[in-house]
């Protein structure tokens, strides 16, 4: 199962802001991914001082990052929000629930502040636009834990599986990897998203372009921090004795072509998505479960819950018609006070004409 195509080849054009999940266990190479992409140290590596605790399970931690990029002219707050400790644990159900309900959080924090009558302005939006999945690069197929993880969180986010550490495997391990990643994920129905597009209403660009993506899938990634030089020129990549793994060459990684997608070509899809199809359902869902709560029924049909959407976003216009009346009637009292204030300064004005011009006449009889 997929996404339904959406994206029009629409590029962003003014700053926006992106925010993007990173999962993997550890020594998938999360960490030095995020630092490739930002061309900074955003994340720290992982570093154990007492060798006698390095065994220990510290649990799964959800820590967000914001920095600010530059991409095609286009500024980019991107926020990571990485996610130490997943997979470190023999049962993984706790870190299962942490993450499905962040994601939820933030659209729960959404879902309050639309019904306000009176917007925060400096509410921020959280909501995760795309969650990278770091598969580890076994060589075999999924493990039921990234089956597990991947059929949880789809229905809540905008999934795309990577291959951390790429460079481990050959080229032909690697196609192979690849080709049994996506065979698990369509044999379990698991609705990543993989850079959907309508034959009948796409351009011939934007179809190149996803299909070339989607066969990219999952991407191939090599991360390194530090540069190499390559016939003069600083090149960012791995040496190895067999030679050396360029991450920004598409003949080594799908590093170039990822960043691309999630800051440039496909930000605004992904984005749209979350909005439009994924937080739309969760807050479909959460009236469904509060109606049900309320009347005590067991279950609702699919066009119930589409009325019921439908009503929600009814009151929801009804509630901001009501705000703009407030400000109308605040405005119409405004320039009420105002005129009386005027009328009251120009009776005053008018009596005090009186007064001088009495005044004047008293003073030319005497005299």
């Known amino acids: 199962m997929s996404f339904a195509g959406r994206r029009r080849g629409n590029k962003v054009k003014k700053g926006v802001q992106f925010t993007l999940m990173v999962v993997g266990s550890s020594g998938t190479g999360r960490t030095t991914f995020v630092n490739t992409l930002c061309e900074s140290e955003v994340l720290r590596h992982k570093v154990s001082d007492h060798p006698e605790s390095a065994h ?11 920095v600010e990029l530059e ?54 939006d959280n909501r995760i636009h795309a969650l990278l999945y770091f598969i580890p690069p076994t060589g075999h197929a ?46 379990y129905d698991i609705p990543v998203y993989n850079f959907p597009y309508d034959v009948e209403e796409d351009d011939e660009d934007t179809i190149q372009d996803n299909g070339e993506l989607r066969a990219l899938m999952p991407f191939a990634i090599i991360g390194s921090e530090e540069e190499i030089e390559i016939d003069g020129q600083p090149v960012r990549a791995r ?12 003949k080594h990684s799908d590093f170039s072509r990822l960043r691309s997608a999630l800051l440039s070509s496909h930000l605004g899809d992904l984005k749209s998505l979350t909005h439009d199809l994924l937080y739309e359902t969760y807050r479909t869902e959460k ?47 405004e320039m009420n006070e105002k005129r009386q204030e005027l009328l009251a300064k120009e009776e005053s004005l008018r009596n005090l004409e009186s007064r001088l011009a009495a005044q004047g006449s008293q003073q030319e009889f005497r005299d």
């Open 56 to 66: 220990l399970e510290e649990g799964i931690r959800i820590k967000p990052a914001t």
């Open 71 to 124: 991409e095609d002219g286009v500024r980019i707050a991107l926020t990571i929000v990485d996610t130490p400790g997943f997979g470190d644990s023999i049962d993984n159900e706790s870190a299962f629930q942490e993450i499905v309900g962040y994601l939820e959080r933030q659209y729960d924090d959404i879902l309050a502040e639309e019904s306000r009558i009176k917007r925060n302005p400096r509410f921020r």
């Open 142 to 187: 999924l493990r039921e834990m990234d089956i597990e993880l991947m059929r949880r969180l789809s229905p809540r986010v905008n999934v795309i599986p990577v291959i951390g550490k790429a460079d481990t495997l050959t080229p032909s391990e690697l196609k192979g990897f690849k080709k049994r990643i996506m065979e698990d994920i369509e044999h």
């Open 239 to 250: 040496i190895y004795p067999w030679g050396i793994a360029e991450v920004d060459n598409p």
């Open 287 to 333: 009236l469904s479960r509060t109606v049900q709560a309320d009347s005590g029924e067991s279950s609702l049909l699919p066009e119930e819950l589409a009325s019921q959407s439908v009503r929600l976003k009814e009151e929801q216009l009804r509630r901001e018609e009501e705000k703009l009346r407030e400000i109308e009637l605040k405005v119409q009292r």
